[in-house]
Structure formats: C-alpha cells, structure tokens
C-alpha cells in the first residue's frame, strides 16, 4: 500500500503514520525509551529507591551484593549509551529526509526513501506522453524505477535541437525526469517552461535547452541527463534506448517508405514494417543491465509504432525483455491513432509488437480498459478514433493474459485519456497477484 493510499483509505492523525512499517524510525524511539529507562534504574538504586514490582527484584538483590554506587553508575552508563544511540540514529534518519527536496512532510520522504527503495525492480520502456504519465503513477509504489525511453523524436523543439546541434531529442527523455520528480517542486516546472516567444526560444522547452546545454558541456547525453535527475532529485534513472543517431523509417503495405517519426502519422496509410536508420542502433549497457535485473516490465502505453515499437528495434533490447525473468505487461492504448493504428484491435497491437521483437516472449499480459466516458468527445468520430476494441478471440491463441480495468481518467469534456493512477495501481496489483502464481 502506498503512502496516498493509506492516507486516503484510513483516516488518522498524521501522528499515527509514523507506525508504518518501514521507515526505520520507531527502532530508535524504541532505543531512546530503552535508555530512558535504564537511567531512570540507575538514578533509583542510587536514591536507595525501593521498588514494589517484583520485575525490580533483581536489581534490590544486586544493589545488596554490588555497592550502589557502582551499580547505579553501570545503569546510567549503558542507558545513556543507548540512549544517545538511538537519539542519534533518529536525528540522521529525519536530517536525511529533511534535505531532500520538495514540499513533502518528512513522514512522506521517510516512507518512500525507506519503504519505496525496497519496492520491485520496474523497467517501463516507451515514449511520448504515454511513457511519463506511466511513471507518475508507478512511482507511488517504488524507487526502483528505470525508464528506457525512445530517441527517433524528429519534430518540434526536440527536432531542431537534434537537427542545430547534433544531439539526441530531449524532449520524451525531459518528459519523464519531470515524471519521476516532485510535480510540485519549483525547479519541476522550470523544466517543463515552454518559451512562447523570442527569437530562436519560441516553442522551446526549458528542459530541452538545459538537457542540451550539459550534452554540451559533459559530451554525454547520458551524463547530462544523470545530472539533470540530481538536481531534480528524481525517484529512478531515465535512459536513453541508444546514444546512436536512430532515425525510424515505415514501409506501409501499399509499397511507400515514409522516412522521420514525425512524417509517418502524416503518410496516413497501413503500417507494414517499422525499421531505424542506421539498421544497426547499439543499446546502451546500462538498459541492458536494467532490463536483465527487473521484477517488472513495463510496455506502453503510448503510439505504437513512434514510440513504443521503436526501443524493440534496438540491437539487444527486444532479447534481453525475452530473456529476462521479470513479469512483462503491455499497457494497449484506448484508442485508435489515425495514421498508426487505424482500425487496430487489442490482439494487432500485440501482434505488431510480438512481430517487431522477434518473439512472442516479449509480454506475458495485456492491460486495456473496460471504460469510456457516457459523453465521449465528437473529436474523435471526426479524426477517424475509435475505441480500440478488445477481440479476445484474436487475443486467446496467442497465449497472452488480458486484464481489463477501468484506466481512463474522469473529466467533463469527454476526452479519453489514462489516469496515471489507475494505470500504476492496475500494473502493479497484477504483478503482486502474478508472484503467487
């Protein structure tokens, strides 16, 4: 159970929180009470105090034979001692959560750095807003978190950067560093600034300039967005897919081959094979050793073919999510996307992604959402968005377990969108359940 969860579930003053387990804490209360008490015995035989209890006998038979000086002298030694010890040890514990930043109460920092450093091992592998809004979510159940994220981004101000200055995309990557930290830190929300106007800034993000700037200074993308997540004091590691120059391409079933992310949406036609250019994009160790060491892998959700089908094409990435022994679930889309997923049902996405990794160990479940709002948004009948529909006839021979929830987020104007929340607590609770299996 999560902190928010306990907040929400059980009504108590923020006083008794400091009972859950985990927080390493109520260990050295106990120690201060335990030298507390051994003092108060010492000061007791030196009064000449005579106790009722009989759990006080010993130390009257004791103070007959040893003289009460001494005696007195040894009980207030080791109270003290232990005293001290355990003051010590809460003091550091709070002074350590303390520091960190955010506008969170120390119990909160107390329980996701003591309780949430021992949750599960999760690799979630994507892009785009569907990747972030994930780690919202799953990051309410464990520090533990690895994002390995796409880098084909050829649009907006991730591609003029990546065309001006020759680096990889910024964009997805400054996506979930904001995701894993605190949403309502300051510093947060500079990163996520979008610049509306000035010359060469307009449509830039300030987490795109300043992810660039020390790709500049570090000479590694890597280094610079490690930097970027201390000062942001995220909860995981995000990491780029590859520190190669990966550009997508598509071959559509009508024989076009449509080259950049950003143009195959446009090309409006049937998706026959994604592929990088160069073929050959090496992935980077580290999410390599990511993936190898999970509990839990997480796919999805966001646009199929740019931003989760993308990180499979990587030399080594597709194989190490089959071989790893971690629990895998894809998280499916709501709805179609024109352009991408047209007319696509749950079993076409999982097809496509089985298809594109060369095996079909590449997930175990599939999440999807048994939910739409009762006055879903006209825009989308206008786009050529339907809801993606869950074909479980399809689904069944492939051998992949559906769990249906209700995943969308509530709101008024109809939109359909994941709720962050609901999407971290459904992937989490089937992979809780999955370990008893």
């Known amino acids: 159970m999560t902190f928010d969860k306990f907040k929400e579930n059980v009504k108590v003053t923020k006083e008794v929180g400091w009972l859950l387990p985990g927080l390493e804490v109520k260990r050295w209360f106990a120690l201060i ?31 007959l034979i040893l003289p009460s000086n001494f005696l007195a002298a040894v009980f207030i030694l080791v109270g003290a001692v232990i005293f001290f010890k355990g003051w010590q040890k809460t003091t550091l514990s709070i002074m350590d959560m303390d520091s960190t930043k955010g506008n ?52 907006g101000s991730s591609g003029r950067l990546r065309e001006e200055m020759g680096i990889l995309p910024p964009g997805d990557i400054r996506n979930c560093i904001a995701a894993l930290g605190d949403d309502e830190d300051l510093i947060t929300e500079l990163f996520q600034y979008r610049f509306k106007t000035g010359e060469g800034l307009e449509g830039h993000s300030f987490g795109n300039l300043f992810l660039t700037a020390l ?27 590859t520190l190669d120059d990966m550009k997508l391409a598509a071959e559509f079933e ?44 997480i796919l999805g959700p966001g646009s199929l073919y740019t931003s989760v089908i993308p990180n499979l094409l ?35 996405h999982v097809n ?19 939910s739409l709002p009762d006055n879903i948004s006209e825009g989308y009948a206008k786009s050529g968005s339907i809801p993606v ?9 492939i051998g992949i377990e559906v769990v249906s929830q209700k995943l969308i987020q509530e ?27």
């Open 104 to 155: 969170s109460s120390i119990l909160e920092k107390l329980y996701r750095r003591r309780k949430l450093n021992k949750g599960a091992k999760v690799v979630a592998v994507g892009g785009g807003t569907g990747l972030s809004m994930l780690l919202r979510g799953i990051k309410k159940y464990t520090n533990n978190i690895t994002a390995i994220v796409t880098v084909g981004d050829d649009g």
């Open 352 to 370: 496509a992604l089985i298809k594109h990794a060369g095996n079909k160990h590449i997930v175990d479940a599939v999440l999807v959402n048994n």
């Open 215 to 241: 790709c500049s200074i570090t000479g590694d993308m890597v280094r610079a967005v490690k930097e970027s997540s201390t000062v942001l004091n995220i909860r995981g590691v995000v990491l780029p897919a």
């Open 389 to 397: 529909r869950l074909d479980m006839e399809n689904i069944a021979p």
């Open 411 to 437: 709101n008024k104007e109809g939109l359909v969108r994941h709720s962050s929340n609901r999407v971290a607590r459904a992937v989490y609770y089937w992979y809780r359940k999955s370990l008893k299996k």
């Open 33 to 63: 009470f335990l030298g507390s008490i051994m003092i108060v015995l010492g000061f007791m035989v030196l009064a000449n105090v005579r106790p009722i209890y009989m759990t006080l006998e010993l130390i009257r038979k004791a103070a």
């Open 254 to 297: 009508d024989g076009r081959v449509v080259h950049g992310e950003s143009n195959i949406p446009e090309a409006h036609g049937q998706i026959k094979r994604l592929f990088t250019e160069p073929e050959n994009c090496k992935a980077l160790p580290e999410a390599l050793t990511a993936i190898k060491e999970a509990d839990l892998i």
């Open 314 to 348: 990587v030399n080594g990435i597709a194989d190490a999510i089959a071989q790893a022994k971690a629990k895998k679930i894809y998280v499916c889309n709501i709805m179609t996307q024109p352009g991408e997923t047209t007319d696509y049902s749950v079993a076409s």
